[in-house]
């Protein structure tokens, strides 16, 4: 007789649902790399209704490092679009709370901090493009290692919505000058996840003095000789933002702990 | 009362046709940069039908330096998918004429060596992409100085088919990283006249030790801080191809010089 568990394994239908009742009870309470493989994984940011407009006016004058998947209603923890059952309340396994810009606490379930007036803000993740890229034999260091992209401050501005600014934050993946010429064909594809990279050479073009200077405790970036290094706006970049604006409150996902959708990564292709 | 000539111009519609006519009747003798705007203008080699398979196999396994834009009959002058009154014998203003690998003439009009077993192999020009990448905005420095793109042989081996073997020639033009993106973009759009990049960054990675150093005299390249070289298939490849392999007889395009055909650069677009 077969494990029941792999029986349950085998016989479900919705992989992602799955992976936010495991999370959500607690079974999952670690980051959701590799989990639901080929499901959209999103970014979360969490306002009070009085930022909320000028936050969606960001997200849209800054598609690349702010791809909306969706947006809240007003004190509703439901995202109906990404997964029937969603409740952001409770669907990640680590949030980051917020007052007035400083990190109050690091939460496993929302819950108690959920407020009527709290807008959800799920934004794409490179999750997504970095899996196409490793179906068309693109090698990623970084999985390799089973790490995360080196991340960077660069001095490129986003683009202003109200009290809404600040310094775009850049993923970089190191491959050969084909595979760049490839990713570079492959994200495109992508708009709704980063896209296409904004640089490539030079990182001192974008104010980067030092790749092995990083902010965010990304792996160690690895170049091998004639190596072109990659850069794609990264989804850091919003969370750097309101720590900058100060909202009076916010929760964001605590880094690598996604929401899991039910999307697919392939739906989010344009062709 | 208008001049006539200004009324035929304005009566016509077919351009290129009146280019291909002004050409074969001596009126146009000299290069074939913007003749006819936004029509295919295509490289030309001609061999005796012995090398034809061959050399129609070492394009298909090379489309990138060899796009194959037609394959004339043996004898045939004509080219009709491209223009309906095409004759390859008068319709370009230049052409080299190689014995045994040897140029043994530079000719207006190649009548008097037509032989009935003689196949023509129109090739895509990367004049095509540059109309696109100048419509898109991408500044093209050689064209601000009414130049050619600097060209370079490298140690990129293409495919060999039968006799024809060699390494691949390419072009280059520098620019920002934010519009080599973008030109990766827009010439993956035209795999039928060069398509994208092979390269980008750092000659030495595929054999170019000095950028300074062109073996076939385009336009001294210009970069600027933080440009980043783009390196582009050349068509110049079964050029140099047909040199080394010295069939016992060969009639190229005279640089420059090229067939006008009928064809819309919109039209080589494949999204």
Same mark, same amino acid.
């Not at 009085?50 to 947006?71: G, H, R, W």
């Not at 709290?118 to 790490?147: D, I, K, M, T």
């Given at each position: 007789?077969?494990?029941?568990?792999?029986?349950?394994?085998?016989?479900?239908?919705?992989?992602? %649902?799955?992976? +936010?009742? =495991?999370?959500?009870?607690?079974?999952?309470? *670690?980051?959701?790399? /590799?989990?639901?493989? @080929?499901?959209?994984?999103?970014?979360?940011?969490?306002?009070?209704?009085?930022?909320?407009?000028?936050?969606?006016?960001?997200?849209?004058?800054?598609?690349?490092?702010?791809?909306?998947?969706?947006?809240?209603?007003?004190?509703?923890?439901?995202?109906?679009?990404?997964?029937?059952?969603?409740?952001?309340?409770?669907?990640?396994?680590?949030?980051?709370?917020?007052?007035?810009?400083?990190?109050?606490?690091?939460?496993?379930?929302?819950?108690?901090?959920?407020?009527?007036?709290?807008?959800?803000?799920?934004?794409?993740?490179?999750?997504?493009?970095?899996?196409?890229?490793?179906?068309?034999?693109?090698?990623?260091?970084?999985?390799? %290692?089973?790490? +995360?992209? =080196?991340?960077?401050?660069?001095?490129?501005? *986003?683009?202003?919505? /109200?009290?809404?600014? @600040?310094?775009?934050?850049?993923?970089?993946?190191?491959?050969?000058?084909?595979?760049?010429?490839?990713?570079?064909?492959?994200?495109?594809?992508?708009?709704?996840?980063?896209?296409?990279?904004?640089?490539?050479?030079?990182?001192?073009?974008?104010?980067?003095?030092?790749?092995?200077?990083?902010?965010?405790?990304?792996?160690?970036?690895?170049?091998?000789?004639?190596?072109?290094?990659?850069?794609?706006?990264?989804?850091?970049?919003?969370?750097?933002?309101?720590?900058?604006?100060?909202?009076?409150?916010?929760?964001?996902?605590?880094?690598?702990?996604?929401?899991?959708?039910?999307?697919?990564?392939?739906?989010?292709?344009?062709?």
């Amino acid at each position: 007789m077969q494990n029941p568990a792999a029986v349950s394994s085998l016989n479900s239908s919705n992989p992602a %649902r799955d992976a +936010r009742l =495991a999370i959500r009870s607690g079974e999952h309470n *670690t980051h959701t790399g /590799g989990v639901a493989p @080929g499901h959209v994984q999103a970014n979360m940011v969490i306002l009070p209704k009085e930022y909320a407009q000028e936050f969606q006016t960001y997200c849209m004058l800054n598609p690349k490092p702010c791809p909306l998947l969706a947006v809240g209603d007003a004190g509703d923890p439901s995202l109906p679009t990404l997964g029937e059952d969603i409740d952001v309340r409770t669907d990640l396994s680590g949030y980051r709370v917020f007052e007035n810009g400083k990190e109050i606490e690091v939460a496993s379930d929302i819950t108690s901090y959920w407020r009527d007036d709290l807008v959800s803000f799920p934004l794409g993740c490179s999750l997504s493009f970095e899996e196409a890229l490793v179906q068309h034999g693109v090698p990623l260091y970084h999985r390799q %290692r089973n790490g +995360r992209p =080196a991340t960077y401050v660069t001095n490129i501005d *986003t683009a202003a919505a /109200g009290r809404f600014n @600040g310094k775009m934050v850049v993923s970089m993946r190191a491959m050969s000058a084909a595979d760049a010429i490839r990713a570079i064909q492959i994200t495109t594809r992508f708009p709704n996840v980063h896209g296409a990279p904004v640089h490539i050479g030079d990182p001192e073009a974008i104010g980067i003095e030092d790749l092995d200077y990083q902010q965010f405790g990304g792996t160690p970036p690895q170049m091998r000789p004639y190596d072109v290094p990659v850069f794609w706006a990264c989804g850091i970049t919003p969370q750097i933002v309101v720590e900058t604006v100060k909202p009076s409150f916010c929760i964001t996902h605590l880094a690598g702990r996604m929401l899991v959708t039910d999307l697919l990564n392939t739906d989010l292709a344009i062709l």
